[in-house]
């Protein structure tokens, strides 16, 4: 969290015993991780913990840079050959490989070079090799298709005269390898490597060790964080590694206040700390925003976004992939996977129509009160959506969340900056919660008086009367929940043949000594 780096034991994050058993039943297998989970770290870990017991040669090799050549074998093979060879060099001091890739190239030809230098360097010496490596899934088609089939040519002369062990390593597992050849077949990595026994997934951190990693933190400096914090930070992290590191910088660097480590850390500016993160767009949450363009990731998550049941079924493989990725979680109910990635995907969907949305100045929704005049703002949504909706919708990949997508970012648009939108939405809920947040004084900003505000949407699938009804109720609940002083449920009515003077209105309901109002749309 600050210029040293705090850390969880990387053993401890792996599974260990079952790894070593698979090491000494001779198999070969795949650990894979979302990425900035922490998996190179355990990789480097794992090697030093087994060249330590003395037992086998273990090497760990990024082979990252054999991406971009693509289908060319031979510059492919160049470079995972070279990578090899080089980090025998430098973690084992093992200079042989080197000479002996230079020696073999003329005799065993770019496809098989890579299976004769690991054979010959296993005969080499009596201890076994167990070869990791890292970003296979990086490769594409005729190179991961060489590499693979390599590794399958030599693992019958294993321990011998090849590795004992060879860990796949990368985002995704092996069955979720596309891998497009020069003449233009699919070849999947199951089929391509079909030795794998067995695929192993490293997680986030517990809650318990994602508590401690801040720990460490109060521990080092003095610096005492408020413990109400915690819950939060496992809300929005669920322990995704590099959100809890970068939450921690965030708020104990990035904070100039907070630098001063006798200030303590507060839930208020933690909050602040997670909405300048959000925005900054960081690099992390840029990679997982460029996932959502994948068709496969698309039907899961535009499920999640519009709230109801898929219309259609999608396979297991699909959602098993997007998981693997860590966008969603399958238990207890299918869901994005944290509450800060349920406030990137929207807003990153829908980030080009919020900077060109053409919309009225803020002030103009601010009272004299500076309370936002919720009514006049939902009712110029209503009038851009009459206007625009159909031009606007047509630009989005996630058509069938469109219109809740398209009020967020007219809503992120007016608040950005001066409130806080925070979103609840998953499959089977039939709606879209956004529960928005407005400083009243802006000297004191969240530690003063605050505007809380319920907004649902909801697209209209069952009768109106029902769906209101229903939504009635919803609405309220939300609002209790989140102890809102102001309630709004707005119906998008979607129904081609209604024409739009029936389909825009509002009116003021009552229920149980409540009142919320409703707008269609």
Request: aromatic residues 8%; neutral net charge.
């Amino acid at each position: 969290m600050q210029e040293m780096h705090y850390m969880i034991n990387p053993l401890d994050r792996i599974d260990l015993s079952t790894i070593e058993s698979l090491i000494a039943e001779w198999r070969y297998f795949v650990l894979h991780a979302p990425r900035q989970t922490g998996k190179t770290t355990s990789l480097l870990a794992l090697m030093q913990y087994l060249n330590e017991q003395g037992k086998y040669r273990a090497l760990y090799v990024n082979i990252e840079g054999a991406q971009a050549a693509r289908g060319d074998v031979g510059r492919g093979m160049t470079a995972i050959t070279s990578a090899l060879a080089d980090a025998a060099a430098y973690y084992l001091r093992d200079e042989r490989l080197r000479l002996w890739r230079t020696e073999m190239l003329p005799i065993t030809g770019y496809e098989d070079l890579l299976r004769s230098l690991l054979a010959r360097w296993s005969e080499a010496d009596p201890r076994p090799v167990v070869l990791m490596l890292d970003e296979v899934d990086a490769l594409v088609g005729d190179t991961l298709i060489s590499l693979l089939r390599q590794i399958r040519a030599g693992y019958a002369q294993r321990p011998v005269a090849f590795p004992q062990t060879v860990i796949l390593c990368g985002v995704r597992d092996v069955r979720d390898y596309r891998i497009h050849t020069s003449h233009n077949e699919i070849i999947t990595g199951g089929s391509a490597f079909n030795i794998k026994a067995k695929s192993l997934r490293l997680g986030n951190f517990s809650q318990e060790e994602t508590e401690a990693l801040w720990r460490q933190h109060e521990t080092d400096t003095g610096q005492k964080i408020d413990p109400a914090i915690y819950p939060e930070l496992w809300e929005d992290t669920a322990g995704q590694p590099w959100l809890v590191n970068a939450l921690g910088y965030e708020v104990a660097s990035e904070d100039r206040e907070l630098r001063n480590r006798t200030q303590p850390i507060t839930l208020e500016r933690y909050k602040a700390a997670r909405e300048r993160l959000i925005q900054s767009r960081a690099t992390h949450l840029d990679q997982l925003t460029d996932k959502l363009r994948e068709e496969r990731v698309r039907r899961v998550v535009s499920a999640l976004l519009d709230g109801e049941s898929m219309m259609a079924p999608i396979a297991t493989d699909d959602l098993q992939y997007v998981e693997d990725m860590g966008l969603i979680k399958s238990r207890p109910k299918l869901a994005i996977t944290n509450r800060i990635y349920q406030e990137i995907i929207p807003r990153e969907l829908t980030w080009t129509t919020q900077v060109t949305l053409n919309t009225h100045d803020q002030p103009w929704y601010v009272r004299e009160d500076r309370r936002l005049d919720m009514p006049k703002l939902i009712a110029a949504f209503q009038q851009f959506f009459r206007e625009h909706s159909e031009a606007w919708l047509e630009r989005f990949e996630y058509k069938e969340a469109g219109p809740h997508l398209l009020m967020q970012a007219f809503l992120q648009r007016i608040v950005n900056g001066g409130g806080r939108i925070n979103r609840e939405y998953g499959l089977g809920r039939g709606r879209t919660d956004l529960f928005l947040e407005w400083p009243l004084d802006e000297t004191q900003g969240y530690n003063g008086p605050v505007q809380r505000v319920v907004i649902e949407l909801k697209l209209l699938r069952k009768a109106p009367e029902t769906t209101l009804s229903q939504g009635i109720v919803q609405t309220l609940e939300y609002a209790d929940r989140c102890g809102a002083d102001e309630a709004h449920l707005i119906l998008f009515d979607r129904r081609p043949k209604i024409s739009w003077n029936k389909r825009i209105w509002h009116k003021k309901v009552c229920h149980e000594d409540r009142t919320v109002f409703a707008w269609g749309a």
